[in-house]
């Protein structure tokens, strides 16, 4: 599902050319032909056959697929130099990102449509509007573009090089080219950023680390080796790292080239790397200051990405792993805790914990349910978490 959190209803909050333009929600699945097969086989259903072999796919030939809001190729109308604005969610479980693309049917150019970036993972860039041709975003995450198109005729949608949508554009009317120069709809978008920002959005880059706050977490191995930091996932009372209310908080987080790391409850501030640019290969999309709470970068290899979050709100538990589903069911989970302490009353970070918490702070049960009757809340409160990592939010002040 998409959860939107509508901006504040204040005239002055939005420009004009976005708060006018058609909305579009957009969720995209990303389905394997092999794996998707050899499911629907086993479990003996037979409609899920006979749904694929109606889009015309091969279903003897290892094939993969997008569907859009449950849509195979589905069909979006736009008029010609009109802005919409396009809410795109990847609720993507493999290991790897978007990819995606406008191309023109006629020419295979890429330059028939604009696309200016407006939010990712629900918040708004402080650059906007950022140009860009490509949404590498990683499964789980979402993106906000504003798009037009300048060309009549059809434009593809590609993700990952295959076509997700067709895009109809239309001549606008006489009528309509007269008054669009200067129509909310059509004119050029403006810089804009909010004015305010939550306490947990906060500007990190400048700021120093709390002693003891900055911790390395490695997403590494497959199948039974699915492992954060060297470990798998144990339920209960077992931490990787702990932070308090009010830290700044530093993650250098390894293995992204082949795991997606998503993290709950705060988002994360990028840093940059060890080497490299983290602009390099992205074509604008992800740049230093930027906030995520899912992070997958292909191009940068084993070098690690430092990410920065500032717990202000919530204590208690955050949840990290890879949103490569597989990944995660076989261990590469892991939990951090936020203990209801500042800094002047007590509050430490700890890292590389891999066991039990205790002491002030603790906020929640943090026991070992399998022995306390907690067995089904447990699974419940996960499996909801993994849910809500396709949220789209727009975080309004």
């Given at each position: 599902?998409?959860?939107?959190?509508?901006?504040?209803?204040?005239?002055?909050?939005?420009?004009?050319?976005?708060?006018?333009?058609?909305?579009?929600?957009?969720?995209?699945?990303?389905?394997?032909?092999?794996?998707?097969?050899?499911?629907?086989?086993?479990?003996?259903?037979?409609?899920?056959?006979?749904?694929?072999?109606?889009?015309?796919?091969?279903?003897?030939?290892?094939?993969?697929?997008?569907?859009?809001?449950?849509?195979?190729?589905?069909?979006?109308s736009?008029?010609?130099?009109?802005?919409?604005?396009?809410?795109?969610?990847?609720?993507?479980?493999?290991?790897?990102?978007?990819?995606?693309?406008l191309?023109?049917?006629?020419?295979?150019?890429?330059?028939?449509?604009?696309?200016?970036?407006?939010?990712?993972?629900?918040?708004?860039i402080?650059?906007f509007?950022?140009?860009?041709?490509e949404?590498?975003?990683?499964?789980?995450?979402?993106?906000?573009?504003?798009?037009?198109?300048?060309?009549?005729?059809?434009?593809?949608?590609?993700?990952?090089?295959?076509?997700?949508?067709?895009?109809?554009?239309?001549?606008?009317?006489?009528e309509v080219?007269?008054?669009?120069?200067?129509?909310?709809?059509?004119?050029?978008?403006?810089a804009?950023?909010?004015?305010?920002?939550?306490?947990?959005l906060?500007?990190?880059?400048n700021?120093?680390?709390s002693?003891g706050?900055?911790?390395e977490?490695?997403?590494?191995?497959y199948?039974?080796?699915?492992?954060?930091n060297?470990?798998?996932?144990?339920?209960?009372?077992?931490?990787?790292?702990?932070?308090?209310?009010?830290?700044?908080v530093?993650?250098?987080?390894?293995?992204?080239?082949?795991?997606?790391?998503h993290q709950?409850?705060?988002?994360?501030?990028?840093?940059?790397?060890?080497?490299?640019?983290?602009?390099?290969g992205?074509?604008?999309?992800f740049?230093?200051?930027?906030?995520h709470?899912?992070?997958?970068?292909?191009d940068?290899?084993?070098?690690?990405?430092?990410?920065?979050?500032?717990?202000?709100?919530?204590?208690?538990?955050?949840?990290?792993?890879?949103?490569?589903?597989?990944?995660?069911?076989?261990?590469?989970?892991?939990k951090?805790?936020?203990?209801?302490?500042?800094?002047?009353?007590?509050?430490?970070?700890?890292c590389?914990?891999?066991?039990?918490?205790?002491?002030?702070?603790?906020?929640?049960?943090?026991?070992?349910?399998?022995?306390?009757?907690?067995?089904r809340s447990?699974?419940?409160?996960?499996?909801?978490?993994?849910?809500?990592?396709?949220?789209?939010?727009?975080?309004?002040?």
């Amino acid at each position: 599902m998409a959860f939107i959190v509508e901006d504040p209803d204040d005239a002055s909050y939005l420009p004009e050319v976005i708060k006018g333009a058609d909305e579009k929600v957009m969720v995209f699945q990303y389905w394997d032909m092999d794996a998707l097969l050899a499911t629907a086989f086993n479990a003996g259903d037979t409609r899920m056959m006979e749904s694929i072999g109606a889009t015309g796919l091969n279903t003897k030939r290892a094939e993969s697929f997008f569907t859009v809001n449950g849509d195979y190729q589905p069909t979006i109308s736009m008029v010609q130099g009109e802005w919409q604005r396009w809410r795109v969610v990847f609720a993507g479980w493999d290991d790897t990102s978007l990819k995606f693309k406008l191309e023109e049917e006629a020419t295979g150019a890429d330059d028939s449509c604009e696309m200016q970036l407006l939010a990712k993972d629900g918040i708004y860039i402080q650059d906007f509007p950022r140009h860009v041709k490509e949404l590498p975003i990683p499964p789980g995450g979402r993106a906000e573009i504003m798009i037009r198109c300048n060309n009549v005729g059809t434009t593809f949608v590609k993700t990952i090089r295959r076509v997700a949508i067709k895009v109809e554009v239309s001549e606008a009317s006489e009528e309509v080219v007269e008054t669009e120069t200067t129509s909310a709809t059509s004119r050029a978008i403006e810089a804009w950023s909010p004015t305010k920002w939550p306490s947990y959005l906060a500007d990190l880059q400048n700021e120093p680390i709390s002693e003891g706050c900055d911790c390395e977490t490695e997403l590494d191995g497959y199948g039974l080796e699915s492992l954060i930091n060297g470990k798998r996932y144990r339920s209960g009372n077992s931490f990787l790292h702990t932070s308090y209310l009010g830290a700044t908080v530093q993650r250098a987080v390894k293995g992204i080239h082949d795991h997606s790391y998503h993290q709950h409850v705060y988002p994360f501030q990028i840093l940059g790397f060890e080497e490299g640019n983290p602009d390099e290969g992205y074509d604008n999309y992800f740049k230093v200051g930027d906030w995520h709470d899912t992070w997958y970068d292909e191009d940068h290899g084993e070098e690690a990405s430092f990410l920065r979050y500032r717990p202000t709100v919530f204590p208690g538990k955050i949840m990290v792993h890879c949103h490569f589903s597989l990944h995660a069911d076989q261990g590469m989970f892991a939990k951090e805790y936020v203990l209801n302490l500042t800094e002047s009353t007590g509050g430490k970070c700890a890292c590389d914990v891999h066991g039990e918490i205790s002491g002030p702070g603790i906020v929640d049960f943090i026991g070992d349910y399998a022995d306390s009757g907690y067995a089904r809340s447990s699974f419940l409160s996960v499996w909801l978490c993994l849910g809500f990592s396709l949220v789209w939010t727009v975080y309004p002040v």
